[in-house]
């Protein structure tokens, strides 16, 4: 899983949707790895204004790369800046998350990730 | 003389209701000003009209049902009109071939011509004047005469087709893909995984391209994920059953497939999750918003479970007051790594809400979903195509099987300010609730029953 996944991810109890502490939910003991990928400059901006700078800021430091600044970049500075870029393109598409925990900051529940496979599903009493 | 010319698409006559709706699809994706000035689902020709050469061979390069593309130089009933029609609108562009390397064929659909007769309505095209080295191989450009003939005419005894097409080839489609990604020959599949052929189908109508983020809430063994990547897409995908994800946790795993392919550089993430409680964020539905915050996909692709080869099924219990026991052990259980959280069957027609609502709530404006359902082939026990206030239907396309069909719908996410508010409050007021698996699926309930129309009451013999 990326860690672009990440910043998609909410925990998935339903009474946390509403706890701005539900995202993004933080990685513990975490794995990773890293793939060769071909920079695709269309695809950072195009996903510029859907992430949740905050988020990934905090997803960033949290999985110990250096951190972010504290705004996110206007399409015309990611355009322009090809060390933003590609560290950008590094976190988000070439690091993979591959064994761990992802915890919800919220109610606290811990939802295992196997061979970069997160699982989502809930007991009966959580749905 | 005629300023603009139009094109001919040579398309396969299979899938025929597919067909149209690609090729628009297809020019939303390349940002081509398409016209179509004539189709049939009853015939492989369709003339369009474009803005340039460069416009067709872009419109075609990514379609799987479209076999070519052509500049179409004169069309008519007979081999008299269509060269009345090339002396008349092209004899400005005779000139440019006249030393060229190049190659005549005739492409006779639903009929055959003898050698001989080949030869003679060829040399019927002497007037062109082109001197260049005729080339079978690597011409430097291919004369086509389409003929159009009425099915099964050598048995009925008709001389000539019913309609003749000449151009000049252009470009070629992409139905080498659908061989390239060939269940037969994939690493990992499943009972119920998409063909490859439907599947690109269904990415070209999603507008799956390279910058873009697809998902699919129901992936399986990744047939959509796969077939989005392969257009350069990134994608995304959930199912219900990690193990479908997972495989045998060797070669024979999603991630597996995208490695065959050379496509995992293209695969987002997959995780276990539940479309009716999933983890992915969501934008509350609102009137006034900028289309993209809040929203991540720009598409949605699935197949969801029809509940008949595979069970549909949710988070839950069926019966919470029957079966406290299996609550109370989960609540016990649930943190310990081999738990297997218990389901409960779930409606299809809730199911093709949940997936509308959800494409509501993370479709950038003017993203796409695209899915298929099933439906009976009689007209009485027919389902309707589900609405949804924040997304406007653009095509239905069928694929009819012996007594049931399946439909892949289209739809576009519409920007916030031309949703009406109204049908908004009017939808939330309809929603279906039941408890077994036949009560929550219509579909399920007549294919067990062999799709047999209800009784009719018999009236007496007079």
Redo the contacts between chains.
């Keep these: 899983m990326k860690v672009l996944t990440l910043n998609f991810l909410t925990c998935a109890v339903r009474a946390c949707k509403s706890s701005s502490d539900s995202f993004p939910l933080h990685p513990k003991d975490a794995e990773l790895a890293s793939d060769d990928v071909e920079v695709n400059p269309q695809l950072l901006v195009n996903l510029l204004p859907r992430l949740d700078w905050k988020a990934l800021r905090t997803t960033s430091a949290e999985l110990g790369f250096p951190q972010l600044p504290e705004q996110p970049p206007t399409i015309e500075e990611l355009q322009a800046d090809e060390k933003t870029l590609k560290d950008l393109h590094s976190l988000l598409m070439e690091t993979n998350l591959m064994e761990g925990k992802l915890v919800c900051g919220h109610c606290g529940h811990e939802y295992a990730v196997r061979e970069g496979i997160p699982n989502f599903l809930l007991p009966s009493h959580l749905v | 003389m005629a300023e603009k010319l139009d094109y001919l698409i040579r398309f396969s006559q299979s899938h025929e209701t597919f067909r149209l709706p690609e090729i628009q699809a297809l020019a939303v994706i390349e940002g081509v000003d398409l016209e179509v000035v004539s189709y049939s689902l009853e015939s492989p020709f369709c003339i369009v009209r474009l803005t340039s050469e460069d416009a067709a061979r872009k419109l075609i390069r990514r379609s799987i049902l479209a076999m070519a593309i052509h500049e179409l130089w004169g069309h008519g009933p007979d081999l008299s009109a269509v060269h009345a029609q090339v002396k008349f609108n092209t004899p400005h562009l005779w000139a440019q071939y006249l030393e060229v390397s190049f190659k005549f064929t005739i492409d006779s659909y639903q009929g055959s011509r003898s050698a001989q007769e080949k030869v003679d309505i060829i040399n019927s095209f002497a007037y062109l004047g082109f001197a260049g080295p005729i080339k079978m191989r690597g011409a430097d450009q291919e004369f086509i005469l389409f003929e159009d003939w009425i099915f099964n005419s050598t048995p009925l005894g008709i001389p000539d087709p019913k309609h003749f097409y000449f151009g000049r080839y252009l470009g070629t489609g992409a139905r080498d893909l659908p061989k390239k990604l060939d269940l037969k020959k994939r690493r990992y599949i499943s009972t119920t995984s998409m063909d490859a052929e439907l599947a690109l189908v269904t990415a070209n109508l999603a507008l799956a391209a ?4 697809m998902y699919d809430p129901f992936c399986g063994t990744g047939s959509f994920p796969i077939a989005c990547a392969q257009f350069g897409a ?1 994608a ?1 995908g ?1 199912d ?1 059953d ?1 193990r479908s ?2 495989g045998d ?1 060797k070669k024979k795993t999603l ?1 597996g497939n995208f490695e065959q392919y050379g496509l ?2 293209c ?8 479309l ?6 969501k934008a509350a539905l609102r009137y006034d918003g900028d289309g ?2 809040g ?2 996909f ?1 598409g949605i692709v699935c197949d969801p479970p029809y509940g008949v080869r595979e069970g549909l099924r949710v ?3 069926r019966d ?1 007051e029957k079966c406290p026991w ?2 109370t052990k ?2 016990e ?3 310990q ?1 081999d ?1 297997i ?2 389901r409960k069957p779930y409606g299809f027609l809730a199911m093709l809400d949940d997936i509308l609502q959800f494409s509501a709530q993370t479709l ?1 404006d003017n993203g796409r979903v695209s899915f298929w359902m099933p439906t009976a082939n009689d007209e009485d026990q027919e389902m309707p195509v589900p609405a949804h206030p924040y997304l406007e239907t653009l095509s239905v396309c069928t694929q009819v099987f012996n007594k049931w069909s399946r439909r892949l719908i289209t739809y576009r996410r519409i920007p916030d300010a031309e949703v009406d508010p109204e049908a908004m409050k009017a939808y939330e007021a309809n929603k279906a609730v039941g408890k077994t698996a036949d009560e929550l699926n219509p579909f399920r309930k007549a294919y067990f029953e062999g799709f047999q129309t209800p009784p009719t009451p018999a009236t007496p013999p007079n």
């Excluded at chain 2, 390279?210 to 983020?213: C, V």
Aim: aromatic share 8%.
């Design positions: 390279p910058g873009k983020i990134v995304f959930s219900i990690g994800i997972r946790e991630r995992v550089g695969l987002g993430g997959v995780f276990t999750a539940d009716t409680n999933t983890p992915i964020r993209v915050t929203r991540v720009d988070l839950g219990v919470p299996v609550i989960g609540k259980m649930y943190k790594a738990f959280p218990p950038v």
